[in-house]
């Protein structure tokens, strides 16, 4: 009970652990498998974000390589339809030589950009973050542009769902931020589970904006169906172990009972015997050496009459102490008689009961390399108790292949017959053996009389008491050409 | 009957077997006391008496065996007969290995017990001669003086009176004296004879 229950913690403690550590593994698969879709994800926004900032420098250098060309008066300066090319370009400015810039912070931008000859950035004149505007020096008119952040995000080419994805997007330049994707607001505050995040500058030296990418992935998104699925299997497979294990265990213990019960039964046997040998040598002891004391007391000169005649009644006395031993036996192992055999017996046939027995038989047969011959021309039927009918075939099948075992496996050929007589079904059951020796044939039906080693000599006394239960006979013979046969008659039938 | 003729002590639980028994055990003259119980046979029994004990193997309560290996165990002397119903080749080794002095399957023929028991209370005689033989050598020999021993011990290992007293330092008329007087305590009648009866004593004593 103590070892099951150990064992069944054991089960447990394996499956639990076996369980976790598959979920787990699992949960680190996605998330994995999330974080490279997010950085895969954010480097295509740094490539088009930076793509942008690249072509807004490549517009100043060409507005300024270009310079204001002659234009006709009362029509607008060519610089001036970029906006309606690019949306995000919100409005170009131009400082022609000796003019100045509207607001200061346009001319230190200018300064800046003479001195890097490149691109530089400047506020908004408002002050809104979403704007900023871009300055390049150049002679002799130098141009600005004025950008919006958001409008420059190529939403065609946007690699994920701007609405609905829950990665969240910014542009930053300082202490200013612009969003351009919101992203799963909720979780990125809540701040639970795993945060994946991105930082890396545009690749473009004249507008160093960083761009930020964020992932928030709760505790809530890990594939816990998958988990479930996992956990549940494990759980299935363990089952079936314990199950196979539960089921082997039980053929186990039925395969021990029966070596158990088959042990004890000779056990019981064997005291049976004990015992009998001890209440029958008691009396047999006192018998003989009373007789044999009376013997000596007869045989002194003078004879002590007396005493040996006190000597023989004893002995007389102990034989019939001996002869109810007997019977005390033979009343507790008595079978109960049947009072009308018609009633409890059966139609058996008597081919039937050869097939039972051979289909039994049959590795016992093939391990002796026989092959039975059975001729059974028409059905014989007999009225006959089938138990009995069967455990006597049995017993003359068993009783024939041993016998065969001492001859040659070429010689060793079977031969059952079954055939109708006048008043009874005759089974014969012939062997190849080395048949019964002449002496020994009278007495082949007597108890604890055998020819095998070991052999309690019960078998056949038991058929031919069975035998003649049924109103039947048993008999055996040699046969003229080596082996013995045996023959059980039953009686027919009646035709009704 | 005195109670110096043989004793023989027959153990039965079965009345029937016990008294047919003991009737033919009778019959060659031997004396019987028949006993239903082992154990009072156990606590009660002579064990100076000269005799064998035959005893069954099955009896309700102690077993045969066990009460053999008692007897072998308190020491007692009396060759042990056992009787079984049902013998079996391990119960046979079993008593043999206990000391038992003979092994019957009942029923018994009697010319098989009668001998057993006879052998069993010569056997029984000769090895109580033997010890009362030993007891009375030992009793004579611690009699003897320390030098007394000493000529002994030399008189066993062949030495002649002379060689004695040379080995011993001592006079051959001393050494004749001491022999002289070893020979009368011992009770030993010639040389031949003190070697035989005490030579194994002295070789014990040397050991010592």
């Known amino acids: 009970m103590g070892e099951s229950w150990r064992g069944r913690r054991w089960w447990w403690l394996g499956g639990t652990l076996l369980a976790a550590a598959g979920a787990v593994l699992i949960a680190r698969q996605s998330i994995d498998t999330q974080r490279a879709l997010f950085e895969t994800d954010a480097r295509i926004v740094h490539r088009l974000l930076s793509q942008q900032a690249v072509q807004h420098d490549a517009i100043l250098d060409t507005l300024a390589l270009l310079q204001p060309g002659p234009s006709a008066p009362g029509t607008t300066a060519n610089e001036q339809r970029l906006p309606a090319l690019y949306p995000h370009i919100l409005a170009v400015q131009r400082r022609d030589r000796d003019q100045a810039w509207p607001d200061g912070a346009l001319t230190a931008a200018e300064t800046t950009s003479q001195r890097d000859r490149r691109a530089v950035i400047a506020a908004a004149s408002d002050g809104d973050p979403d704007r900023y505007r871009l300055v390049l020096a150049a002679e002799p008119t130098s ?58 500058p545009l690749a473009a030296a004249s507008q160093p904006f960083e761009v930020v990418a964020e992932r928030q992935l709760g505790w809530s998104q890990l594939p816990w169906v998958r988990m479930a699925g996992w956990t549940a299997a494990v759980a299935a497979v363990l089952a079936l172990v314990a199950q196979v294990q539960g089921l082997r265990t039980a053929r186990r213990r039925a395969e021990a009972l029966l070596r158990l019960g088959q042990v004890a039964r000779l056990n019981t046997l064997g005291e049976l015997a004990a015992g009998m040998a001890h209440e029958l040598n008691q009396p047999l002891t006192a018998v003989l050496a009373n007789t044999q004391a009376a013997q000596r007391l007869l045989a002194d000169d003078p004879p002590e009459l007396d005493t040996a005649r006190g000597a023989m009644a004893q002995a007389a006395a102990q034989a019939r102490r001996a002869a109810d031993v007997v019977g005390r036996l033979r009343a507790a192992v008595a079978r109960p008689q049947r009072p009308d055999a018609t009633i409890t017996d059966h139609e058996v046939d008597l081919a039937d009961a050869l097939r039972r027995a051979l289909h039994l038989l049959e590795p016992e047969c093939r391990r002796r390399g026989v092959v039975p011959e059975l001729q ?110 045996f023959t059980l008659r039953l009686p027919l039938q009646e035709p009704t | 009957m005195n109670t110096l003729s043989p004793t023989v002590h027959l153990i039965d639980d079965d009345a029937a077997v016990r008294e047919s028994l003991a009737l033919l055990i009778g019959t060659v003259g031997l004396r019987v006391i028949p006993w239903a119980d082992p154990q009072a046979f156990l606590s009660a029994f002579d064990r100076e008496v000269i005799g064998a004990i035959v005893l069954d193997v099955r009896m309700p309560g102690i077993s045969g065996l066990t009460v053999l290996d008692t007897l072998v165990a308190q020491g007692v002397d009396q060759p042990v007969i056992m009787l079984t119903g049902h013998g079996t080749v391990d119960m046979c080794r079993r008593a043999f290995k206990a000391g038992a002095a003979e092994f019957l399957e009942k029923p018994v023929n009697d010319e098989l017990l009668i001998e057993a028991l006879q052998n069993a209370v010569r056997q029984h005689v000769r090895s109580r001669e033997h010890h009362l033989a030993d007891r009375e050598a030992r009793e004579r020999y611690a009699q003897l003086s320390e030098r007394e021993r000493e000529v002994l011990g030399l008189i066993v290992a062949g030495l002649t009176n002379k060689e004695i007293g040379r080995a011993l330092d001592l006079s051959p008329r001393t050494v004749e004296t001491h022999r002289a007087n070893l020979f009368a305590k011992l009770q030993a009648e010639s040389l031949a004879q003190l070697i035989r009866r005490y030579a194994a004593l002295v070789d014990e004593h040397d050991a010592c």
């Open chain 1, 143 to 200: 141009y600005a542009l004025t950008l919006s952040v958001r409008g420059m995000v190529p939403w065609t080419e946007w690699p994920m769902q701007p609405n609905n994805s829950p990665v969240r997007i910014s542009l930053a330049l300082g202490e200013q931020r612009v969003d351009l994707q919101t992203g799963d607001t909720a979780a990125l505050d809540a701040g639970q589970g795993w945060r994946f995040s991105f930082h890396k």
């Open chain 1, 376 to 485: 059974a021309p028409d059905a014989v039927r007999v009225i006959a108790d089938p138990v009995a009918v069967d455990q006597i075939v049995h017993n003359l099948l068993t009783n024939a292949l041993q016998a065969m075992d001492a001859v040659e496996p070429a010689q060793r050929t079977l031969r059952l017959t079954v055939q109708r007589l006048d008043d009874a079904g005759e089974l014969r059951v012939a062997d190849q053996g080395t048949g019964i020796a002449p002496e020994l044939l009278p007495r082949l039906f007597e108890p604890f009389f055998s020819t095998r080693e070991g052999g309690l000599g019960l078998g056949l006394s038991l058929c031919e008491t069975l035998a003649q239960g049924m109103g039947g006979t048993l008999s055996a013979a040699n046969r003229p050409g080596g082996g013995a046969v």
